[in-house]
Nanobody, 116 residues
Framework: QVQLVESGGGLVQAGGSLRLSCAAS????????MAWHRQGLGKQRDLVAT???????NYADSVKGRFTISRDNAKNTVYLQMDSLKPEDTGVFYC??????????WGRGTQVTVSS
């Protein structure tokens, strides 16, 4: 059974930092492209950052220079370091795991709230 479990969300003031974690089980983690997505209230779910199995990263323009995605294959975990947080970063952050053209697996999300 595949499980992706996000953690690390919370309430933070603008300018602050949070580090999200996503622990995966039931998949060959190192072979998967991992990603973080954000969904604001009443908004669509947007891609924030990705990291491939080889460690290549990509970011949405809105978070470049502020967020850093990383992975630890020994721990089957992907991280999202979020610095200089803004109120518009508020939302539920979801982790996904994707391999080739197969449908991705999703976690249940963790809430991030940034107060002004």
């Amino acid at each position: 059974q595949v499980q992706l479990v996000e953690s690390g969300g919370g309430l933070v003031q603008a300018g602050g930092s949070l580090r999200l974690s996503c622990a995966a089980s039931g998949i060959g983690f190192s072979a998967y492209t991992m990603a973080w997505h954000r969904q604001g209230l009443g908004k669509q779910r947007d891609l924030v950052a990705t990291i491939t199995s080889s460690g290549n990263t990509n970011y949405a323009d809105s978070v470049k220079g502020r967020f850093t995605i990383s992975r630890d294959n020994a721990k089957n975990t992907v991280y999202l370091q979020m610095d200089s947080l803004k109120p518009e970063d508020t939302g539920v952050f979801y982790c996904s795991a994707r391999k080739l053209t197969f449908s991705p697996f999703w976690g249940r999300g963790t809430q991030v709230t940034v107060s002004s």
